[in-house]
């Protein structure tokens, strides 16, 4: 999803223009002097956390973990919860049939047994998916999770006119028709309507799906298939105390100034093979400027960034030059780019967008996102790292980090002449005002494009009101938006769980919409519709592999950069690693403190 409404567990958070400067045109150098192995303070080392464990035999039982953050979270409510940090929170209090496994790197996006007793038992050809919940689960007033418990929060996710704002997935894969009509409005006596799930007995959940999809286990494991408890539920006011199926539960929370979790003495260690539960109170401090909030980590009165979405550009060269050993530089798993609507001329043409992708000077867009470190790598495809599937620089059939890293007038003008348009043409680029790294790279595709004859005026709209401005084909057609500034994460590591938004047809709306190529290629729709009947691992990677290729021989979008960030590790963390399970950030669930005073 667009950081504007996401994020999930692998995605990015949406964040506030301030931390979003954290990736301001100012490139990161290196830096750091002789703090980059280690320092006095107690820090590891530069990326000692990126992709794998530091000091993890130093946590200890106790203490307080202290977030800081610029942004609060979209909902604390496992329905309504869309930012990657919440995703990754909400861990604490939550628990799903089969979670993120905890371990770094790729490794974190396996799933694993949670509240069921094992991975899903899959049959009838990949439609029936059945679970057993493992014993000893019980809520925070210590009465027993059931399978009916499970199946009621799932249902919520159908009253979106009360609790919008979370992943759909589930009610697209369960209920395709638009059958059910949500737990509010459901006529049965115990609410538990949905004929797509079985509840057998209390220990037994059986998922019924129309139509088999590979992927179903993936949107199993995100927040919006927590259990909620019936008698529990306050609605659109559960996110301000939802009630914990997890070690922690909420203590106290006041919106957009703070939260703390305690312990919650009802879950039992035995019951849960995935959370350590190493600190006695989790704390979250929410700052309205970010420099002030990294100002405060570096100091070390807080932990790290709850967003994870980098430091500010003045809190990162601070770092970088004295606290370097306290960084790490994890690939973010989102793609940032530039996509071009065919509904707007010329870019119906092919050859007129080819124009602008050779036109565009990579290494100056990459400069504009925050230089290699803090930017990311040159992006040569629309395939994010983590996803299977994805080949990385190895695919770059424009060559954009090869030999047309600066731009290649010649084919840019080779290509205007094979769209009619030799003299160059005039069009409009799109970016969110709030996004100030967006708007650089705007401004530096402009002076590139300018150079082979090609005016691009540039419009900021209100970056809060994406869904009804860029969203909507027909104001796009209206205001002559003929290259969007964008950027994409995954919902869950596969080419479904990222792409299929964003190139089948079927998702074209006309509010809402993130098909802003308006792709109608009847290749991508089959290759999509045969991923989610393809069971097997290395046939559903080949097809990603297929797809993405077929989304780039269409010219609809110049990528930008593979994002990477700078993220703050304080030096009494314990047991700390990034996980591309959550979009490279740190994995919050199992963190503990060196420290535990």
């Known amino acids: 999803m667009t ?46 956390a990126n992709n794998k464990v530091a000091q993890a035999s130093l946590a200890k039982k106790g203490g307080t973990l202290k977030f800081a953050g610029a942004q609060d979270a979209d909902s604390w409510d496992t329905t309504r919860g869309y930012y990657g940090f919440m995703w990754n929170f909400s861990r604490y209090y939550s628990r799903q049939l089969v979670t993120s496994k905890t371990a770094p790197g790729q490794d974190g996006t396996t799933l694993t047994p949670d509240l069921a007793g094992g991975l899903a038992k899959i049959s009838d050809d990949g439609k029936t998916y059945t679970y057993t919940l493992r014993d000893g689960i019980t809520w925070e007033d210590g009465k027993p999770i059931t399978s009916k418990d499970v199946k009621y929060g799932i249902e919520r996710v159908w009253a979106q006119d009360v609790l919008s704002g979370g992943p759909v997935y589930l009610k697209d894969v369960l209920d395709p028709k638009g059958e059910y009509a949500g737990p509010y409005k459901d006529k049965s006596a115990d609410k538990l309507g949905l004929k797509a799930i079985q509840t057998p007995d209390d220990k037994t959940i059986v998922f019924k799906l129309p139509t088999a999809n590979s992927d179903f286990e993936e949107m199993l494991a995100l927040t919006s298939a927590s259990p909620v408890r019936q008698d529990k539920d306050t609605k659109s006011k559960y996110g301000l105390k939802p ?24 879950w039992k260690q035995a019951s849960d093979p995935v959370r350590k539960a190493y600190p006695d109170k989790i704390t979250v401090k929410f700052f309205s400027n ?34 370097k050993a306290n960084l790490d530089n994890p690939v973010s798993g989102y793609i940032r780019y530039a996509v071009f609507p065919q509904s707007v001329k010329p870019f119906d043409n092919i050859e007129c967008r080819k124009a602008v992708i050779y036109g565009a000077d990579h290494v100056s867009l990459q400069n504009a996102r925050g230089g290699p470190v803090a930017g990311g790598d040159i992006g040569t495809n629309m395939l994010p790292p983590a996803v299977p599937g994805a080949e990385g620089q190895k695919y770059d059939p424009y060559e ?104 089948n047809s079927k998702y074209i709306l006309q509010s809402g919409n993130n098909n802003y190529a308006l792709i109608k290629d009847k290749s991508i729709d089959g290759l999509f519709d045969k991923y989610t009947t393809t069971l097997d691992d290395s046939g559903k ?42 979009s490279g950030m740190y994995d919050f669930v199992n963190l503990g403190l060196k420290n535990a005073k």
């Open 243 to 266: 009630f914990s199926s997890g070690p922690y539960k909420f203590d106290s929370y006041n919106p957009g100034k703070d939260l703390t979790l305690v312990r919650n003495t009802e």
């Open 3 to 48: 950081t504007q409404r996401t994020s999930g567990r692998r995605k990015q958070a949406a964040a506030a223009a301030a931390v979003v400067a954290a990736l301001l045109t100012t490139a990161a150098c290196g830096g750091g002097g002789n703090d980059d192995k280690g320092s006095k303070a107690g820090a590891p080392g530069y990326d000692a």
């Open 400 to 503: 954009l980090a090869g030999a047309n890293k600066n731009g290649n007038a010649a084919k840019a003008k080779e290509a205007l002449k094979a769209c009619g348009q030799p003299n160059g043409f005039k069009t409009t680029i799109a970016v969110r005002n709030n996004k100030p790294s967006e708007v650089a790279t705007a401004q530096s595709l402009q002076a590139s494009l300018k150079k082979v004859g090609i005016t691009a005026d540039i419009d900021q709209y209100d970056g809060s009101q994406t869904a009804g401005i860029i969203g909507s084909p027909s104001n796009v057609k209206k205001k002559n938006y003929g290259i969007i500034v964008m950027g994409w994460g995954p919902d869950f590591p596969s080419v479904q769980g990222y792409g299929l938004p964003l190139w």
């Open 290 to 323: 970010a420099n002030d909030m990294d100002a405060r980590l570096i100091a070390g009165d807080y932990d790290l960034d709850l967003n994870q979405t980098g430091m500010s550009p003045q809190g990162r060269t601070t770092a970088l030059k004295k606290y």
């Open 541 to 582: 990677t080949d097809i990603a592999k297929q797809i993405n290729r077929k989304v780039m021989e269409g010219g609809y979008y110049l990528p930008f950069v593979f994002e990477k960030f700078i993220n703050w590790r304080g030096s009494n963390l314990a047991n700390v690693y990034t996980t591309d399970a959550y």
